[in-house]
């Protein structure tokens, strides 16, 4: 059995083929359309699909996966044996949703807290029963950078570069070092709370910016709690085709 894993986001695709719960092939595109999604129907010879999507103008992809595979649409209705308690569940985003079911599938004995840090950066723990009660939403790296030239008169537009200095020496790198060391100490700041709540708490990163907060973490207290697992999302997503 193969299985199509699509989780389609404000700027980019995202995809992944699974055979069962192995990894096969993944990868990520500015759009998907019929020409490469054939493409993955034929070469993996797929029988189940999923699609998590952020736009509701999907409809010829779905009407060719349903043609060709057992599919199914992603929404918060979909749990895939996780007690969601969120008290708006209809508003949740789907990658988070994803993501908890995803760390779930991958330690379901264990208290975790996944942190996808990408446009926004987002904690949401699931404890070692299966149970998802709400998690916490902040701006991502770049979003800060973006916030501080859009919303004053003078300081620049500044690209997100790897900073590494403790403070600044002009304009742009105090506005890198404020962005940078000051997300990481939220990081930090964040998973110290949750480990006060949650026995055990072990940590997943990931998102297009995973890498840089697992260099600043992977020295720390946290190491050993501590797991980069970039397809964390597509693996949720391939637990609810699993369940099924």
């Known amino acids: 059995m193969a299985h ?4 389609i986001g404000n700027s980019r695709t995202k995809f992944a083929v699974f055979h069962r719960r192995k990894l096969a092939e993944s990868g990520k595109i500015e759009k998907l359309d019929t020409v490469q999604l054939n493409r993955l129907l034929d070469n993996h010879k797929i029988t189940h699909s999923i699609i998590s999507s952020v736009n509701d103008e999907i409809s010829i992809l779905e009407e060719l ?3 060709q595979t057992k599919y199914i649409r992603f929404s918060a209705s979909v749990n ?8 708006s569940p209809e508003t949740l985003g789907l990658d988070r949703l994803a993501g908890v079911i995803g760390a779930k599938s991958l ?3 264990t208290n975790c807290l996944v942190i996808d840090a990408g446009t926004c950066i987002t904690y949401d723990a699931i404890d070692n029963a299966g149970v998802y009660e709400g998690g916490s939403i902040s701006p991502g790296l770049k979003m800060r950078l973006k916030a501080m030239h859009k919303f004053t008169g003078r300081l620049p537009d500044v690209e997100l570069s790897d900073y590494v200095d403790w403070r ?9 070092s404020g962005v940078l060391n ?5 990081v930090r700041g964040m ?3 949750y480990r006060s709540r949650y026995p055990g708490l072990l940590v997943i990163l990931c998102g297009g910016d995973a890498i840089f907060f697992d260099t ?4 720390s207290i946290f190491a050993h709690t501590l797991k980069t697992e970039p397809d964390l999302v597509l693996i949720g997503l391939n637990e609810v085709i699993e369940q099924q």
Do not use: H, Q, W
């Open 107 to 109: 330690f379901p004995d």
């Open 182 to 186: 000051g997300c990481t100490e939220e």
């Open 168 to 176: 600044g020496y002009d304009t742009p790198s105090a506005m890198l």
């Open 80 to 87: 895939a044996g996780v007690i969601n308690k969120y008290k």
């Open 65 to 67: 996966l349903k043609e």
């Open 216 to 219: 600043r973490l992977k020295n």
């Open 4 to 7: 199509l894993v699509i989780d």
């Open 191 to 193: 998973i110290e709370n």
